[in-house]
C-alpha cells in the first residue's frame, strides 16, 4: 500500500532564502507525482508534474526532481517571497492500481 | 482555457438531511473526473472518479454516491448526511487518467 509522507509539516524561513520541501513515497511504482499549493479554504492549484520517466521539471523559481528508487521527490523555491506562504502538498500516482495518494502537506510560512 | 466550478462554496447542513455538490468543467472535452474529500488534520482522499458519462469508480465505501449525467458534470450526493460528511470537498479534472490534475474551488461542508 503506498503511503507518501511530507516532513517537516511545517516550516518558517525568513524571505529570499532558497528552501526546499520534502516528500517521500514507499511504492517506486508510480505513474507520476504531482505539486499543488493550496492556499487557506481554497482549491488546489498545480505546480508541477513529474512523469515517472523524468528526473526534474521546471518553472519560473520552482524546481521539482523525483527520484524512484531512493522514493523521493523535492521541491526547490530560489528566493521565496511572502506569497509563496502556503500549504504545498504532493500526490503520487500508481501504476499498479492507478490510485492517486497524498501527502499531509507542509505548511510554509515566509517571514518578510 | 479550461475552467472548473463548484456550488455551493459553503454549505451547513443538519444531521440525516440530503446533499447535492455539482462540479461543472469548461473548456475540454471527455475529461476524467474526480471527487475528493479534505478533512481537518487528514490528506486529501479520493472518493470517486470518473472516466466518461455514467461511468463512477468508487474508492471508499461510504454514504455518498456520485453520478456524472452530462460530459463535463459531475455530481456528488447523499440521501442521509453524517456528522462524519463535513469536510472540505474538491472536485478535479484531468485529460487522461495519468495526467495532470486541475482542482476547482471547493465547497466548505458543515454537518450539525
Known amino acids: 500500500k503506498q503511503e507518501v509522507t511530507q516532513i517537516p509539516a511545517a516550516l518558517s524561513v525568513p524571505e529570499g532564502e532558497n528552501l526546499v520541501l520534502n516528500c517521500s513515497f514507499t511504492d517506486s511504482a508510480i505513474y507520476n507525482l504531482q505539486w499543488f499549493r493550496q492556499d487557506p479554504g481554497k482549491g488546489l492549484t498545480s505546480l508541477l508534474l513529474i512523469q515517472s520517466s523524468q528526473r526534474e521539471q521546471t518553472s519560473g523559481r520552482l524546481n521539482a526532481s523525483l527520484d524512484k528508487s531512493s522514493g523521493r521527490s523535492t521541491l526547490y523555491i530560489a528566493a521565496s517571497q511572502p506569497g509563496d506562504s502556503a500549504t504545498y502538498l504532493c500526490?503520487?500516482?500508481?501504476?499498479?492500481?492507478?490510485?492517486?495518494?497524498f501527502g499531509k502537506g507542509t505548511r510554509l510560512h515566509i517571514l518578510p | 482555457s479550461q475552467t472548473i466550478h463548484q456550488w455551493p462554496a459553503t454549505l451547513v447542513q443538519p444531521v440525516g438531511s440530503p446533499l447535492s455538490l455539482e462540479c461543472t468543467v469548461e473548456?475540454?472535452?471527455?475529461?476524467?473526473l474526480y471527487w475528493y474529500r479534505q478533512a481537518a488534520g487528514r490528506g486529501l482522499q479520493l472518493l470517486f472518479y470518473?472516466?466518461?458519462?455514467?461511468?463512477i469508480s468508487s474508492e471508499v465505501p461510504q454514504n455518498l454516491s456520485a453520478s456524472r449525467p452530462q460530459d463535463r458534470q459531475f455530481i456528488l450526493s447523499s440521501k442521509k448526511l453524517l456528522l462524519s460528511d463535513s469536510g472540505f470537498y474538491l472536485c478535479?479534472?484531468?485529460?487522461?487518467?495519468?495526467?495532470?490534475?486541475?482542482f476547482g474551488p471547493g465547497t466548505r461542508l458543515t454537518v450539525l
Open positions: 478535479a479534472w484531468s485529460v487522461r487518467r495519468e495526467g495532470e490534475q486541475f
Open positions: 500526490a503520487a500516482r500508481s501504476n499498479r492500481d492507478d490510485k492517486i495518494i
Open positions: 470518473s472516466v466518461g458519462i455514467g461511468q
Open positions: 473548456g475540454t472535452s471527455n475529461p476524467n
